[in-house]
């Protein structure tokens, strides 16, 4: 049942009450309903979530009532959200859609009753499917309508089928079509032979026959495919312009195509409102991996528009039991600028079709655009069974997970006893779901092994909890001093585990922490030793924290987080890591939810005492006037000079949409990849400075300030091919080259550098060159443009999930760099950051900010696919960032959808929409300016205390309104500014 409002309730009635009561509930009518039982809805599916449910009881009274509502108020949920599985199983729900595929009622034996079940696929408006099934007399139901469902029509005379079909009759095509004929008059397709079946064919040069069914090798089909080929536009590929060579490849050697029809609305390339074309695809002889198929879609596509492809493929042949189908837009800008857009890629098999799916948006005006599916090692056939690209709707936001506690009312005034109630989930935040993590009393249970190793239990482990821990759960009692001992380890992943699989709650944080130790077994191993805390979740490994830790008599502290977006079958904590022989300590484990509101309060108080002052306006020139009518100030911050940067590409650009979001909110930029020198020289030689110009003429005409990212990429992968075939001498010429060239053309323009990226996860440039060739980098660029704050770079420094890059270590670093003459300006943190906790992100903070430099979050996002949740994850940042003295600014890794590198990170949709997450960010932007409204004092002074940036005060006075603009800097002392008010 639903009142007006819509708000569902569960009602039952017992077969007894059936006719006199339920009967008169009839859908779609209202009725008013006295005296029935409140009660707990008792059995496991039901179809709401509520606790409660009504009854009907023998007293109960239904009336007509006279409220008009034709809503029925069908809480419908998309296919997408009923198989992502992140629905909860224990509950019905209300899903709409055409039923095909029907199959044959079936009768099953159990328990020696005879039940009916007929299964069917259910298919949306998008072509997104659910597998069904049906049981009792609602099977029957379907039953009935069965041969409507069937696949293909049933035509009364063959004089009435389309042109179109009358043409496949009896005609031999790649793919077989059974057609069945029932008497003179009715034709009805049966089925279409499989891709798989005919290449089959292919590779043995035979014929199939089948009933009503005829399929042609490969090369007596080749010879009347050229009209199709031509009509379509679909053809086999190599890429334009990849490469020089690519074109004149693709002219001498074009891998065969072969194209057929089949009579199925799903096949084919659609474009929604654009084109329908029923025709499959495969690519044979390929000679390249991006040799493949492709359509050329120009003038098919809306700028600033998002389409979704969405296509089915599989690989055959050459031995291929498994490669890479990928899915890439290239396009050609009216200014003749090429694009390669990544679309989506699957690992597709030889045995089974798998789906494709990704999205693309183009911000500019090209003069063409083509699609092409590729990616396979050369001589492995592409097959695509269908390809779709259609508008991607925007899907609707998933609701916020609710964490707080809220008792259920019953509203008495009304007569009908019932009232909209809502249970939350109580989050138990700091609340250690680890059992007997302490292991008092010399028991291990409910812990257990992974592998042979063996449990103990031993004494001396430190009694208070680790550092993260207590300041995110404050005042603790103190810990018992037991520890778990872990010996006999033979293998790195043996260790303790426990199953928490229930204690786990979707969308909260959780922070793990807890002493480690490790001493020497039956031998030495390797010194240091990685010691990981993890999650087994369905059999994948969620990190949930790391740390390196010397074989010694030292505890070290382990901190981490993780956070669950999908309900798991089982989850299980563990603790790995350390060499075979190495025996494995643990203390105090703790794995607890995070108040993560409770630490922005905490955090917006750290905030005034570290980004406010206190302001003094010293009015003169008042006339005896204010006595009688108090002069209003009305102080407003329209600039908060704190820098809030974004990440930026030069296809962005295009998009005046996305230019408008980009000026307003924000004060800094970086590009994403239009300075890297595998952009600016891809082929050596030859530069390509105009993505960079056209950039950085953007930003400098709105007052945008640019980090320069990056000089050089220590990571080997990143490195341009021909930098990589360099010797040693040619290696450090070019390095010298790439310097003078980019810091010399942009002198005084980048306010900052990263000078070598991620030189704690790579070693390119210093394995060739020597260990004395990252400071000569630092050296030799101060020198070029000595305005330039010169920046290090890395990931992962701040959330405890990389041993690699430890605050600890990447201290080191710089202190080593700094000894080497390095002029070292500013500490860069990346921020890529998943499931973030305060305490680990400014204890990481607060280790790096005793080298005495500026630390800078350079590249932050996050992410989650519930938009809420990625707001809050980005607020935290956010105000972690803000609140810590020794952060001078934050820079965003973009923030438009598809124009990011991690998916569901984004804070404005494709085509301008401003998200949930989005919105928060906003929210937090406009918190940071400060507002003041109150008269002058009998001290000719108006106080109060703001963020640094640019305000403007307004004085209302009788003789007039007095405007002035000022500007707080960073300082202990007050600000005193006098306003002169005698010339009005």
Known sequence: MADKKGIKVHATCRKNYLKSLGDKCIVGEWKTIENFQVSEPGKQFRPTKLMYKISFINQTVIKPNDFQN???????????????????????????????????????????KKLRKIEFTLRNVSDVCIQCCLWGKIADEMENHREEAQFGVVVEDPALLPECIKEIVGKTFRYGITFDKGGDTKFKVLKVWSVYNTLMVDSQSETMSGKGTTAISGSEFQSTNNRMKDDSGIHSHGQPSRKKKRKQYEDENNPSLTISQKPNRNLGVVFQDVTNIPQIQAATERKAAWNGIQQEISGRCQRKRVYEVTSVVRIFGNNATSATVQATLWVLNANQR??????????????????????????????????????????????VNTLDVKHARRNRPSPPPFYEVCALTINSALKLAIARFVVWINPGFGINIVENSEVRDGETQPWFTLGNCKLGVGQGAPRTLPPMARETLGSHKPL??????????????????????????????????????????ASSGINPQNVNIALSVDNQWVNGGQVEVSVGETWHELGGSFRLEKQPQNVMVYVQGPAAGIDLMIAGLQIFPVDRRERIRCLKKQVDEVRKRDIILKFSGLDESCDLFPYIVKVKQTHNSFPVGTCINRTDIDNEDFVDFFIKNFNWAVFGNELKWYWTEAERGKLNY???????????????????????????????????????????????????????????????????????????????LGKGVRALMFN???????????????????????????????????????????????????GHIDSPVGAIVSSALDNLSVLGHPIWFTELDVSSRNEFVRGEDLEVMLWEAFAHPAVEGIMLWGFWELSMSRENSNLVEGEGEVNEAGKRFLDVKQEWLSHAYGIISDESEFIFRGYHGTYAVEVCTPAGIVLKTFVVEKGESPLVLSIDLSYL
Not at 353 to 361: D, I, N, P, R, T
Not at 498 to 507: S, Y
Not at 710 to 735: D, G, H, Y
Request: hydrophobic share 40%; proline share 3%; charged share 20%.
């Open 690 to 768: 105009q993505d960079a110009d056209d950039m950085l003429d953007l930003c400098i005409g709105n007052n945008i300030n640019v980090r320069g990212h990056c000089i050089f990429w220590e990571v080997e992968s990143t490195v341009q091919p021909w930098v990589r075939q360099l010797n040693k001498t040619e290696l450090m010429n070019a390095v010298q080259k790439r310097l003078t060239d980019i810091l010399t053309r942009y002198k005084g323009k980048f306010k900052h550098y990263d000078v070598n990226n991620e030189m704690l996860h790579g070693s390119f440039y210093q394995d060739r």
């Open 338 to 383: 090429e694009q390669y857009i990544a679309i989506a890629n699957v690992q597709a098999s030889n045995k089974d079709w798998v789906e494709l799916k990704g999205k693309f948006l183009i911000h500019g005006s090209p003069s063409r655009i083509i699609l092409y599916l590729e990616g396979p090692p050369p001589g492995t056939d592409i097959l």
């Open 780 to 830: 030799i660029a101060h020198k070029l443009d000595p305005s330039a704050l010169l920046f290090v770079n890395d990931y992962h420094v701040e959330d405890g999930d990389d041993t690699r890059s430890s605050p600890e270590k990447y201290s080191r670093l710089v202190l080593e760099l700094e000894a080497q003459g390095a002029p070292i300006g500013g500490i860069g943190i990346q």
């Open 70 to 112: 034709n809503d029925m108020f069908l809480a419908l949920a998309e296919f997408d959200f009923v198989l992502s599985g992140s629905l909860e199983t224990e509950f019905l729900i209300d899903i709409v859609g055409q039923a095909i595929d029907v199959g044959e009622l079936r009768i099953l034996h159990s328990n020696g």
């Open 480 to 521: 018992g001093g037991s520890y778990i001992l872990v010996t006999n380890r033979s293998q790195t992943w043996m260790g303790p585990a426990q199953m928490i699989t229930d204690k786990i709650k979707l969308f909260l944080t959780y922070q793990i922490s807890a002493w480690v130790k490790l001493s020497v077994g």
